[in-house]
């Protein structure tokens, strides 16, 4: 998956629960993204990070927060987890000269 | 809202066809274009890139572009089984791409 790591790959939470997803890369590729799929929806952006220090909300933001930790490093926190969020949430990298993105395997939430 | 429009399918071929997917797009300003194939359960893999009218071509693949007409397209010659996945269109928006819900492609033997 073009040096983009994931974890959890799958979790299920119960309503209120918090939780943090994790996404990691080892190409040194200066945007990170975060992404959710669900059925006949196709691909919604939650949050990207341009660049290390950045961050800006996409299309489905609410009911998420984002850390950019350091270039290798973004993560997707759920602070009171909701059935509404189970999905299927990939993270992909873009390096600055290209808009071509690669995405992680994905990490697979339910929430009861 | 910037649009990608796809027909989700199922877009059913038999072997060795050729497959043609679509996608329109709303944002006359975007400039690089993507073709993005995704097996049932996996992450989005990208297959194809194009930035200028016309096609380009990839081994069986060949990508269309016609920005007046905001359209572009995949052909898939010699269809196989193992093509039979959904594909997705994705259109260039700023530092973000916006994609289309997919097209399910069937490929039967």
């Known amino acids: 998956n073009a040096g983009v790591t994931q974890t959890p790959k799958f979790q299920v939470l119960k309503t209120g629960q918090s939780m943090t997803l994790q996404c990691a890369q080892d190409?040194?590729?200066?945007?990170m993204y975060w992404y959710r799929q669900d059925p006949g929806m196709g691909l919604r952006l939650i949050y990207y990070s341009a660049s290390e220090g950045t961050t800006d909300k996409g299309e489905v933001p609410n009911g998420y927060n984002v850390s950019r930790l350091n270039k290798r490093e973004f993560s997707l926190r759920l602070e009171s987890a909701a059935p509404s969020q189970t999905s299927v949430y990939f993270c992909?990298?873009?390096?600055?000269?290209?808009?071509?993105?690669?995405f992680g395997p994905g990490t697979r939430l339910t929430v009861t | 809202q910037k649009e990608v429009e796809q027909n989700s399918g199922p877009l059913s071929v038999p072997e060795g066809a050729i497959a043609s997917l679509n996608c329109t797009y709303s944002?006359?300003?975007?400039?690089?274009f993507f073709w993005y194939r995704q097996y049932s359960g996996k992450s989005p893999e990208l297959i194809m890139s194009i930035y200028s009218n016309g096609d380009k071509e990839d081994g069986r693949f060949t990508a269309q572009l016609n920005k007046a007409s905001q359209y572009v397209s995949l052909l898939i010659r010699d269809s196989q089984p193992s093509d039979s996945a959904t594909y997705l269109c994705a259109v260039n928006a700023g530092n973000m791409l916006t994609f289309g819900g997919g097209t399910r492609l069937m490929v039967k033997p």
């Open positions: 190409m040194n590729h200066n945007s």
């Open positions: 992909a990298i873009r390096d600055y000269t290209a808009y071509e993105q690669y």
């Open positions: 944002d006359r300003g975007s400039q690089s």
